[in-house]
């Protein structure tokens, strides 16, 4: 199996949540060629569920990659970007995969004692596949679900053939923010017949920006982020509505909660001294990634001993990860993956080395044969 032609291939086809149709039938394409004998294959929506039978199965490992892109513009200018306009893999998902169907030829080729699924799932970027996949596999293909299940992320700034992780709180609590305001514009000479929402989407914006610092306690951890601020549409017309646009991350669902009623707090105070309306939508909700503290302790110790890698033992992040709606009811671990990039996770220009295609699938199989 070319797992550097099919990388490029996957890279140049990136798709959104719930619209991976190309992406789906290029796996399924690869799926076909793939000796049949141990393999079992059921589609949900845009995923893909994959068992690999073992030998003398005591219980199933899960395996699950993301398959979706993001609504970014390609920077990079290698010859096999994206063919999609407007849309990129710049988060990895693209090496996910691709580790992914790695493992998958080990595991056909050189079978272990038990089986394994592994999970092929759509909308990890939004709206967020994670939780209705874990619930299909519950409801409707149980014999799939995993006792246990594992990931990777790739770590940009890590050296490729570094694996990190830790016991415990790995990835943030996170929900995307989505602020409107709406309220009567009108001609710019004469402000006083109108309720100015750019005026009353700045007061906003500095408002937020005082929940962290007080009202979360300062020995727990938050982030209150708006990366987008649009209001109006000429310079002569004062604006009618606003809309803000950001993200929130926490260490605790506690936490969530308290930023949450304060942003409340803040959209009601906001009606009353700009008279205006303010409606408020928090968008992909996605839990903490927990992981198990058994499973990354075996999965360190391994890594430790394993030639084929370097394994580091880092901190939490306030990364979001729907990983953590199977974590929150499957023992779990997910794991960074380095892949030297000199540009970060969500950047134009992302460009992972290849050469963890070669190192990561050998790896997780021989972890996979020790548990």
Known sequence: MDLLKIRRKLHAIPEIGFKEWKTQAYLKELL???????LEIVEWRTGLAVKVHGTDSAKTIGWRTDIDGLPITEETGLPFQSEHPGFMHACGHDIHMTVALGLLNQLVQEPIANDVVILFQPAEEGPGGALPFREWLKHDQPTFLPDQIFALHIAPELPAGTVATKPGLLFANTSELFIDLQGKGGHAAYPHLTEDMAVAAASLLMQLQTIVSRNVNPMDSAVLTVGKLSAGTVQNIIAEHARLEGTIRTLNLESMLKVKKRIEAMCRAVEEAYNCRVSIDYGSSYLEVNNDEDLAETFLQFAESDEGVKAVRSEAAMTGEDFGYFTEQLPGLMFWAGVSSEY????????????????????????????
């Open 344 to 371: 970060g996770l969500h950047h134009a220009k992302l460009n992972p080395d290849e050469a963890v295609l070669d190192i990561l699938p050998k790896f997780i199989h021989r972890f996979f044969k020790t548990i």
């Open 32 to 38: 076909e060629t793939m000796p049949q004998e141990r």
